[in-house]
């Protein structure tokens, strides 16, 4: 029965995906061409850039090509949808280096108010080598080696002889970087074991202040302050550990007193 019902959400799941991809393409022109299969032969890159943001978070929250990149969705024709669009190149783009920061932070404000806070914003600003959003986030990206992204980011300014005699910190943020994502794969199996055990005690509340306080560490990497994330990262991890520990053993017992009922 249970396999029954995990079908069927697979099933409707992908329905609903469906239908809500079909009633944006009826509403929106960048859709439609973009996901034409005789567009990938005149326009490959731009082809893959749509099927890159089909998987994305921006498709999850219903952001269209034109809620970054500016033109006329409603638009039939390709002259008129581009009415508008400007090279990200271009100082008017919304895209520009130096603009993305405003036009990332509409939707990202706890990251754009903590990336504002940066050294790197403030480099940006005065027209120096610093990273802005897509510079460590390709904007459709979900994929795996995001973090290598990150990091191939750090190392390209932060190396040995640059220009500005910046740290050599890239290892340093790597491992921070991994601290981070063992946290969230501790808090993650944590939330499953005590939920699907209907929370017992205060379980509930401390997952969910341990989230909240995971959330805001995560949010305060885009101000780059190295010590105090590695600092926060450390600490939360501590916790993470005895937590999960306690609910590994909640587990085992329950194995051993009732088996058949896990």
């Known amino acids: 029965m249970p396999r029954n019902r995990l079908a069927l959400g697979l099933v409707l799941t992908s ?25 990938y032969a005149r326009y490959p890159k731009l082809h893959d850039y749509y099927q890159q943001w089909l998987a994305s978070p921006h498709n999850q929250s219903s952001i269209t090509c034109n809620d970054c990149h500016g033109g006329n969705a409603s638009a039939t024709s390709m002259t008129g949808a581009h009415s508008g669009v400007l090279p990200m190149n271009d ?24 990336f504002l806070q940066s050294k790197h914003y403030a480099a940006l600003m005065d027209h120096r080598a610093a990273p802005t959003c897509t510079t460590c986030h390709p904007a459709m990206s979900r994929r795996p080696e995001l973090r290598n992204i990150v990091l191939n980011a ?5 190396s040995e002889g640059n220009s500005e005699n910046l740290p050599l910190i890239a290892d340093r943020a790597e491992s921070v970087f991994k601290q981070l994502n063992i946290a969230g794969g501790l808090l993650g199996w944590t939330r ?9 005690g205060d379980s509930e509340e401390r997952v969910r202040e341990l989230e909240t306080r995971y959330q805001k560490i995560v949010d305060k990497v885009h101000q780059f302050d190295l010590q105090q994330t590695e600092d926060s990262a450390t600490a939360i991890l501590v916790e993470l550990r005895e937590t999960f520990d306690a609910a590994r053993r909640s587990h085992e017992q329950r194995t051993v007193e009732d088996p058949d009922n896990l």
């Open 15 to 39: 329905l609903s995906l469906l239908l809500s991809l079909s009633a944006q393409s009826a509403e929106n022109s960048c859709i439609e061409c973009h996901q034409d299969p005789d567009f």
């Open 91 to 114: 100082k008017s783009s919304t895209l520009y280096y130096q603009t993305q920061p405003e036009t990332c932070g509409q939707c990202h404000r706890p990251k754009q108010r903590q």
């Open 154 to 158: 750090c190392r390209n300014c932060h």
């Open 192 to 200: 499953i074991h005590y939920e699907s055990h209907e929370w017992p």
